[in-house]
């Protein structure tokens, strides 16, 4: 209980004024705060960024030596053409003449027909249509009457059907 009267009675005391007439007072040195550690930050980053840039351009560096020709090692990768793709025509050949007596050439011309262009794979996967603005869901595109796909063209969108044109042909698309 006498800390509780000893702590009322300072309390009633008058405070004492922050400017003082004292001059002891004003010649007091002033404390700053500690220095910041924000150099000791900074230097560990840069030199984290200095390492990082050098590895960049050392790898850079061995891109650019390795792509002298001779130096750089691509795979080759082949394959056959598919057999319904493969021209059944012959090339020209040439056969050597039958006697040792005067040289003839014995090219056959073969005439190579052009190959009949194909439709391309259409998906129809989706027809949202909407009276003024129908849009269709082609091989994974949203398209509306205009669009191209594969190069077909959509003419028509109807609730169940889409009409295409491809090379002058009409194509009529359901959803299955």
């Known amino acids: 209980m006498s800390l509780i009267n000893d702590a009322l ?8 004024s922050a400017w003082s007439t004292d001059p002891q007072a ?3 040195p002033v404390e700053y705060r500690s220095a910041s550690r924000w150099p000791l930050l ?6 984290l960024a200095v390492v990082a840039g050098g590895w960049f351009l050392f790898k850079g560096w061995q891109v650019h030596c390795a792509t002298k020709l001779g130096d750089l090692k691509l795979p080759v990768v082949a ?9 059944p025509s012959p090339l020209p050949v040439y056969t050597a003449p039958a006697s040792n007596s005067v040289p003839s ?8 027909e052009p190959s009949k262009p194909v439709l391309p794979v259409l998906r129809l ?18 398209l509306p ?15 169940e059907s889409v009409t295409l ?7 009529v698309l359901t959803l299955d």
């Open 9 to 16: 009675k300072r309390s009633r005391k008058p405070a004492p």
């Open 165 to 171: 044109q491809w090379n002058g042909e009409t194509k």
């Open 26 to 28: 004003s010649m007091l």
């Open 125 to 142: 996967q989706g027809i949202f249509y909407r009276p003024r603005n129908p849009s269709v869901l082609i091989n994974a595109k949203t």
């Open 42 to 47: 900074l230097l560990p980053m840069l030199l």
């Open 105 to 112: 050439t014995n090219i056959q011309n073969v005439v190579i």
């Open 145 to 159: 009457v205009g669009g191209m796909v594969a190069g077909v063209k959509v003419i028509a969108i109807t609730p």
């Open 79 to 87: 394959r056959e053409l598919p057999a319904e793709n493969a021209n």
